[in-house]
Every structure is written in C-alpha cells, then in structure tokens.
Nanobody, 123 residues
Framework: QVQLVESGGGTVQAGGSLRLSCAASKHTYSNFDVGWFRQAPGKEREGLAVACRFGPIEYADSVKDRFTISKDNAVNTVYLQMNSLKPEDTAMYYC?????????????????WGQGTRVTVSS
C-alpha cells in the first residue's frame, strides 16, 4: 500500500482558493492512479478528480471548471488547485491511490487513503 499525507486545508471565504497537496511515501506516483475525494457531513464520499498513471485526467462535473489536479512525480506529490470555492465545497478532502486495470472516480477502485484535510468555505 501507498502511504499518503494530505495538507493544505483550511478556512477560506467564498470565491477564494486553496491548493491541497498529497505526498506519498515508499512508492512513486508514476505507478499509481491518484484521486481526490471529499466527504461532507451526512453525505457519501465523492470523487472529484483523478490523475491516471498513463496520462488521462478526469473530473467530476461538479468541479471540472474550478478544480485542477496535477502531479509532480519528482517529489511524489499530487495537488488539487481549488478556485472559486463555494460554501458547499466544505468537506473533508482525501487523496487516494489505485493500481487497477481501470482508472476512474469510483471510490472502490482505491486501496490506499490518506487521513484527510479539512476545508471550510465561509459565506
């Protein structure tokens, strides 16, 4: 399994931006698909963006015009740049890694998860 550590969460006003980071240890991201998810209180965990190890990137419709996922294999870190944040983006954000035949946003594809970083967007 890949050990993942998220950082970069915090409190921001609506319309603001945050950049989340997901650092991996023991393994290189070049061998894994890495996704970002979030879970708000009382809601299911939602897939937001994935950087597939063979190149493709996929976004959920709810964030594709505001969030950008990027990967820096040299430092084993995946980022999620979040712009134009809304109060409904308030959630715990998680990164996860997968090594399956299929790359996507389904949470069951992912076997390694970080502990999460909290994002709060105030109105």
């Amino acid at each position: 399994q890949v050990q993942l550590v998220e950082s970069g969460g915090g409190t921001v006003q609506a319309g603001g931006s945050l950049r989340l980071s997901c650092a991996a240890s023991k393994h290189t991201y070049s061998n894994f698909d890495v996704g970002w998810f979030r879970q708000a209180p009382g809601k299911e965990r939602e897939g937001l963006a994935v950087a597939c190890r063979f190149g493709p990137i996929e976004y959920a419709d709810s964030v594709k015009d505001r969030f950008t996922i990027s990967k820096d294999n040299a430092v084993n870190t995946v980022y999620l740049q979040m712009n134009s944040l809304k109060p409904e983006d308030t959630a715990m954000y998680y990164c996860a890694a997968a090594n399956r035949d299929v790359c996507g946003l389904g949470r069951t594809l992912y076997g390694s998860w970080g502990q999460g970083t909290r994002v709060t967007v105030s109105s």
